[in-house]
């Protein structure tokens, strides 16, 4: 089993920065592939960013190429996602996710992830 919680969200205007970290606990996080998530309010959670297990390769969507950047720590066992020059489509709950195989590769799509975080609300200001 997997815990996750994410933090570092808040409120941030337009063109600003944060970086939000997720700590998990358990000695596999190291073997499992990671992603951020994010949904707004009435839309459908959608994908950010991922990582491999050892953090060699990283996915993003073109909404957030560029800007994006998710990374990892291994021997702290956290995922970060530093996000920069904001916008205020940005807005939303962001969640951190991770695979229940150790041995599946890195996803964009939300329903082959098995444990999630409980969020952290990012909203930015125009």
């Known amino acids: 089993q997997v815990q996750l919680v994410e933090s570092g969200g808040g409120l941030v205007q337009t063109g600003g920065s944060l970086r939000l970290s997720c700590a998990a606990s358990?000695?596999?996080?190291?073997?499992?592939?990671t992603g951020w998530f994010r949904q707004a309010p009435g839309k459908e959670r959608e994908f950010v960013a991922a990582?491999?297990?050892?953090?060699?390769?990283?996915f993003y969507p073109d909404s957030v190429k560029g800007r994006f950047t998710i990374s990892r720590d291994n021997g702290k066992n956290t995922v970060y996602l530093q996000m920069n020059s904001l916008k205020p489509e940005d807005t939303g709950v962001y969640y951190c996710?991770?695979?229940?195989?150790?041995?599946?590769?890195?996803?964009?799509?939300?329903?082959?992830?098995?444990?999630w975080g409980q969020g952290t609300l990012v909203t930015v200001s125009s």
């Open positions: 996710a991770a695979r229940k195989d150790l041995n599946y590769a890195a996803s964009t799509r939300v329903y082959e992830y098995d444990y």
């Open positions: 358990g000695r596999t996080f190291s073997s499992r592939a």
């Open positions: 990582i491999s297990r050892n953090g060699g390769s990283t």
